[in-house]
């Protein structure tokens, strides 16, 4: 365990990720690709030197300045690995501008990632539903995405997915019922909460827990505020190994929690009517995400504007391979960080860790 904390530790960035599962059971959906074998065995990692070297590489990626809106957003498949007190020193040295910039840069790609695992699984779901339509019945497969999904249904435990059959009369209900909860979150909306509910990632519960959206936890597995109201209970922000972790709940939180019923209404809505799925239109769901209500929505919204959040809505991927980006503080830090990472890459470390993160 404590060599994992190290080898963690010295792959820290600025920011990391890990992976969007099965939403409860780290599985990826029957018939859908999973790459973490492959990239486990072939993955690239970047290693720069301090925030003039990652703004530098960012520039050669052409993933820096001013974005076209006029033509779509194509963004490159770089993964960071951990939220660190590097960044949070090295935030204050920045322009505002540049603090912004890294950190939606270096956000979009985890997001985007957790988007492309959700729409496999409606992939899946969908296919499902058309099986019973034509059919009447299910493959093993797609009972298996039911089945691994069905656990986002209210009332729905472990157990209870486990045993659902192919011969239930309510699975095609059940399926509709997947359907309207597992769905993309716009890209431009998640960016826009993380960066409001971490300070850009330099908050104390950032730092301390890879926490990005300020989500609250009553299991003692968290973060204590520094003030508690008694009102409240004894709550905690929820801490997470890797951030991703972090963007993977986020997820689960907004598609399952009472409290985000008109986000997914609203969302449903714009589904059924052909329209996209808007940053600024869904925003008017989370009127219940925090105690400020609709000051909060106005805040969102206001930051998604003014940093032209909405361009990452309809972003894809560029065509590359997945790799990860690391940084050395120093040009010795950053020496050693290669030396590791190739003795990792020989002993099969990196491989163990890579599918820890769980990108599959």
Same mark, same amino acid.
């Given at each position: 365990?404590q ?19 099965? @939403?409860?059971?780290n599985?990826a ?15 690239e ?9 990652l ?9 820096w ?13 770089l993964?960071i690995t ?6 949070? =020193?090295a ?27 959700v ?10 539903a058309q ?5 009447g ?13 069905a656990?986002l249904?209210?009332g729905?435990? =472990?157990?209870?997915?486990a045993?659902?059959?192919?011969t239930?009369?309510? +699975? ?7 359907? #309207? ?7 431009g ?6 960066? #409001? ?9 950032a730092?301390?827990?890879n926490? +990005? /959206?300020?989500? @609250? ?15 409240? !209970?004894n709550?905690?922000?929820?801490? /997470? =190994? @890797?951030?991703?972790d972090?963007?993977? !709940?986020?997820?689960v ?15 449903? =809505? ?11 239109? +869904? ?7 925090s ?8 805040s969102?919204?206001?930051?998604i ?8 809505d ?16 120093t040009?010795?830090?950053a020496?050693?960080l290669?030396?590791i990472?190739?003795?990792m890459?020989?002993s ?12 599959e």
């Amino acid at each position: 365990m404590q060599r994992l904390i190290f080898i963690r530790t010295l792959l820290s960035a600025v920011l990391c990720t890990s992976a969007l599962t099965a @939403w409860s059971k780290n599985e990826a959906p029957a018939g859908a690709v999973n790459p973490s074998a492959t990239l486990a065995e072939s993955a690239e990692v970047v290693v720069v030197q301090g925030m003039p070297e990652l703004i530098s590489f960012l520039k050669s990626e052409d993933w820096w300045g001013e974005e076209n809106r006029d033509e779509q957003l194509t963004v490159p498949r770089l993964m960071i690995t951990a939220i660190t007190p590097s960044w949070q =020193e090295a935030a204050k040295t920045l322009t505002v501008p540049e603090k912004k910039a890294i950190f939606y840069r270096l956000m979009c790609p985890l997001v985007m990632h957790a988007n492309d695992m959700v729409l496999e699984f409606r992939g899946a779901l969908e296919q499902a539903a058309q099986e019973l339509e034509t059919t009447g019945k299910l493959s093993p497969e797609s009972l298996s995405v039911i089945r691994r999904a069905a656990i986002l249904l209210p009332g729905m435990e =472990e157990e209870d997915a486990a045993s659902i059959t192919a011969t239930q009369p309510e +699975l095609s209900s059940m399926i509709d019922g997947l359907l #309207y909860r597992l769905d993309i979150i716009p890209t431009g909306l998640a960016l826009g909460q993380a960066a #409001y509910e971490s300070g850009y990632g330099t908050s104390r519960f950032a730092v301390e827990g890879n926490s +990005l /959206f300020g989500q @609250w936890t009553y299991k003692g597995d968290g973060i204590k505020p520094g003030q508690q109201r008694k009102e409240l !209970g004894n709550h905690q922000i929820k801490a /997470f =190994e @890797w951030p991703f972790d972090s963007v993977r !709940g986020y997820f689960v939180n907004l598609m399952t929690h009472p409290a985000y019923e008109d986000f997914r209404r609203l969302r449903a =809505e714009l589904r059924a009517a052909g329209k996209p799925l808007d940053s600024l239109v +869904l925003a008017d769901g989370l009127v219940k995400y925090s105690e400020r209500g609709q000051e909060y929505v106005d805040s969102l919204k206001g930051i998604i504007r003014v940093n032209n959040l909405d361009i990452a809505d309809h972003a894809v991927f560029r065509d590359e391979p997945v790799r990860f980006l690391v940084s050395g503080e120093t040009a010795e830090k950053a020496a050693q960080l290669e030396t590791i990472i190739r003795q990792m890459r020989e002993s099969g470390e990196l491989h163990d860790i890579i599918e820890q993160m769980r990108l599959e």
